[in-house]
């Protein structure tokens, strides 16, 4: 049995205002989802959106540049996967994210406006 370390809580400032999209005109139950973690959607918007460097996001999110690496390559992947294939995609929740809590809501890109859970 192998109990590898415990995964870092990292810091996530965005919700979106849904958690699911997928190709028009194909039937939900005839369709392929690929699941799209909190961190990864984070990592997206901090990199493609934002326009920070590895580096950058890695600081925001409260990680190392090869873990933000790492998370980066694999959102990429899944949201290729889903756009080439005609997948949906799933945006879910993690246990080991803190959320914002700031007033400025999904805009937000603060990092001392979060939930303590153990920082």
Known sequence: MNMGRPRKLRRVCFCPKTDFFKPRGIPLRSIEVSTLSSDEVEVLRLIDVEGLDQAGAAERI????????RI??????????AIIFGKAIKLERQDFVNYCRCPRGRRCSCQNNIENRGE
């Open 72 to 81: 980066y390559q694999s959102a990429r992947r899944k949201v290729a996967d």
């Open 62 to 69: 409260g990680v190392s540049r090869i873990t933000i690496q």
